[in-house]
């Protein structure tokens, strides 16, 4: 037996989950790195005003870590990331992992087949396998607009807020329309003195009461009785399945949420401002937003929607097409991130010198999420392919993470000493990918950060019975596997 040596880089629900799968099947020499100061991915480098799950938290959590008592039906930000911070303690997965320790560099040694990772505090590391769990939405987007630098108030990027930041009794101006914009709106607007939404493509929002609070009758009784939890649990992830259904294929499902999308518009957004906040593409097209407040901010008197194109910021406010210059004393940018620089700024250099820079110039590309061709004994878990719209990533994080222990045990039983996906396996994935994308939603004719450099759509287009058969054991026709020398 040769215990492998295994690195998770990143301490979001995909490195915590990679964490308990390897605490759970008793591998005892692996850490997970983590850049930030503390674990929780999204949910700890973004804690702006309003962020709040945009699905029920009863699925926004771990099946391994069932949470009886969440404080409201859709939590917030800071309850989810308070959520993580306790699954590692209870778990005692804490130890295993390191914060403020950022893997600046990974390469393959050909010879000896391991890989050494460079790390933000000036060690090396030596290890077999390389899980990355670094993130899709991990680099902020800071938009190129002219004059940005020359703002004279403070200019915010939603996923670095400073929490320091005053922002009652100022104006404010937010750019940026996706869930986090309109959240951010919907937080700010009461206490602004003005607050000037920068809306370029307006989303589809769908009306829910996002505020509800999880009755504590029902925590009692959750508390109480766990096999009534789990069940809750399971029978949304089915009902998630419903979902996957309405975006992946056409259908009298699909209709009814596109005409429930609609209906939202029309009766919560004003009159005046409806022609504006309608997008000219198919509801459900782009990641969906969901709030319960944003069309009564936006019709607020301090509130003002613009959709001219933005021309530059100047000291004073931002400058748009028609000349006017709206004044702001805080910029706000809820632009979202570079969602395809997965894994980077990280320099992964895999066999015979492959550099992932280069192997993904046309955007990310993998095998059933998890594998890359050239990048032997590296796996990903929420990698390439993995945002689904629809199936919680939670479920899809620990699957994976179940499917790579399965190549760990075999290395640590001896049976391989290298193991790479093969680029047919990935070319006729991901041909299966651009099949399965023809009848989804997200290929309905709307531009979004679901979108490649490349044009391909990085999302999952099956259904989950169809992600655990293709998670469910390695097929060894599709990976090179290198036996140890005896
Ligand atoms: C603001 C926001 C709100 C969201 N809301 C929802 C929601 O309501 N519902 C939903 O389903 N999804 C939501 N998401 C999507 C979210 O990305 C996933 O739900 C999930 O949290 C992703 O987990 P992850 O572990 O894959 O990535 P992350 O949470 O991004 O974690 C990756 C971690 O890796 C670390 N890392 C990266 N590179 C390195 C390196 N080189 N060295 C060391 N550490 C590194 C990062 O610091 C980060 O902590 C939201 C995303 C954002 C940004």
């Not at 703002?151 to 915010?156: D, H």
């Not at 607007?189 to 929002?205: C, D």
């Not at 004719?445 to 679901?450: L, M, P, R, V």
Request: proline share 6%; hydrophobic share 40%.
């Amino acid at each position: 037996m040769t215990e492998p040596r295994v690195v998770v880089i990143g301490a979001g629900v995909a490195g915590i989950s990679t964490a308990y799968v390897l605490q759970q099947q008793g591998f005892t020499d692996w850490v997970v790195l983590e850049k930030g100061s503390d674990v929780g991915g999204v949910w700890y480098w973004n804690h702006y005003p309003g962020l709040t799950c945009d699905v029920p938290s009863q699925i926004y959590q771990f099946a391994f870590a069932p949470k009886p008592d969440w404080e409201r039906v859709w939590a917030t930000g800071p309850q989810i990331q308070r959520y993580h911070r306790d699954v590692v303690d209870e778990l005692g997965l804490a130890d295993r992992i390191r914060c403020d320790t950022e893997v600046l560099a990974a390469e393959f040694d050909d010879a000896d087949g391991t890989w050494t990772l460079t790390l933000s505090t000036g060690e090396t590391m030596v290890a077999d396998f390389v899980v990355c769990a670094t993130g899709v939405l991990e680099n902020p987007a800071i938009p190129d607009i002219d004059g940005l630098a020359d703002f004279a108030g403070p200019v915010v990027h939603t996923a670095r807020w400073d929490d320091s930041l005053v922002t009652d009794g100022r104006k404010i101006a937010v750019i940026g329309t996706g869930s986090t914009g309109v959240q951010v709106v919907s937080a700010l607007q009461p206490g602004a003195a003005g607050i000037t939404h920068f809306v370029r493509s307006p989303q589809w929002v769908l009306w829910a009461p996002m505020g509800l609070p999880q009755v504590g009758a029902v925590s009692a009784l959750f508390r109480r009785a766990p096999g009534l939890l789990d069940r809750v649990h399971r029978g949304l992830l089915w009902g998630s399945g419903i979902l996957a259904d309405i975006v992946t294929t056409p259908s009298w499902r699909r209709r009814a949420v596109q005409a429930y999308a609609r209906l939202s518009l029309r009766a919560q957004a004003p009159a005046r401002l409806r022609e504006d906040l309608t997008p000219d593409y198919e509801p459900l097209c782009k990641r969906q937003v969901v709030s319960g407040s944003y069309y009564r901010a936006i019709r607020a008197r301090n509130a003002s929607l613009v959709t001219e194109r933005i021309t530059g910021v100047e000291p004073g406010g931002v400058r748009t097409a028609d000349g006017r210059l709206h004044e702001a004393d805080v910029l706000v940018l809820a632009t979202g991130f570079r969602a395809h620089d997965y894994m980077r700024p990280m320099e992964v250099t895999g066999r015979e010198g492959i550099k992932l820079d280069d192997a993904w110039a046309d955007g990310p590309r993998a095998y059933r999420m998890t594998a890359v061709p050239g990048f032997p004994n590296l796996f990903t878990v929420l990698g390439p392919n993995s945002p689904t719209g629809s199936i919680s990533l939670q479920f899809s994080a620990e699957l994976s993470a179940k499917y790579i222990a399965q190549w760990l045990t075999r290395f640590r039983d001896g049976e391989l000493a290298t193991v790479e996906v093969t680029e047919e396996a990935t070319d006729a994935f991901n041909r299966q990918v651009a099949e399965a994308m023809v009848p989804t939603v997200w290929n309905t004719g709307c531009n979004s950060w679901y979108f490649t450099e490349g044009g391909t759509i990085d999302l999952w287009p099956f259904d989950r019975k169809t992600m655990v058969r293709m998670l469910s054991r390695p097929e060894d026709a599709d990976f090179h596997v290198r036996v140890p020398a005896r």
